[in-house]
């Protein structure tokens, strides 16, 4: 079964794992991920100005394609969901951003917010089941203990993207329980690991990162798993004394036998 995916443009770079791992990891779960054509750079960030459209258009045209070729859009980058669900959930609640997005692509719209956007860990436990996944596992994680980190592109805003529980998530650490490990419950898991001030305050941004990762220490975590590549970053980069942060589909990968010891 091909689904329709929007990698963004870090998994084709400096995240390659977190694409790769994902789209070897579905094979094995019989499923292949079928990148969309031509795609654009989302912006990594979502534009809140009411009258910015030209920003949002290659997520629309994201959307479009995923529409029209199975009626949804499957995205791993929590920055790429975060905007693509955005965007999509502007055509249900603002008719003038329908009109002008649509009167600015002109033969190439008909685009209305029809299509759906899932992230892999939401295909994983709503239509594969953790259940299945748990099966599926060759090598079980046994013994580890992972800290899940969140992080606020995946939670928030909750009342747009309904991921989970943005104070109580739980879907990662059932995602690592189904791998055979022990998921770590820690303080700062959906809380802000500095995001994009790394770029201008690279001492706020270490503060904040420095304090994720001591709280997931404080709970004797092995390593971290995160679905968001500058979040892996500030963690790995800017935490004063980090532990090592994997992606979720690395990890993923290793519990299905992908990944030689």
Known sequence: ??????????????????????????????????????WQCCGGAYTSAKDEIATKL???????????????????????YNVLKQTNHEFKVNPDFDLRVN???????GYHGEGEVIHFLEFLRDEIGFDKLKAAVKKPLTGKKIAAYYGCLLLRPSDVLGFDSPESPEIMENFIRALGAEPVIYAMRNE???????????????????AVVESAKDMGADYMVTACPLCRYNLTKNAADPIPVKYFTEVLAEALGLIEE
């Open 192 to 210: 802000c690991c500095g995001g994009y001030i790394t770029l201008e305050d690279k001492a706020q941004a270490k503060k904040r990162s420095t």
């Open 58 to 80: 290659p997520s629309v045209r994201a959307l479009k394609a995923g529409y029209e070729n199975g009626g949804r859009v499957l995205t791993v980058c929590s920055a790429c």
């Open 103 to 109: 009167n600015y692509m002109g033969e190439d719209g």
């Open 1 to 38: 079964m091909k689904i329709a995916y929007y990698p963004g443009c870090t998994l084709k770079n400096k995240a390659k794992d977190l694409d790769r791992y994902a789209r070897e990891s579905l094979a094995v779960l019989g499923y292949e991920l079928s990148e969309i054509e031509n």
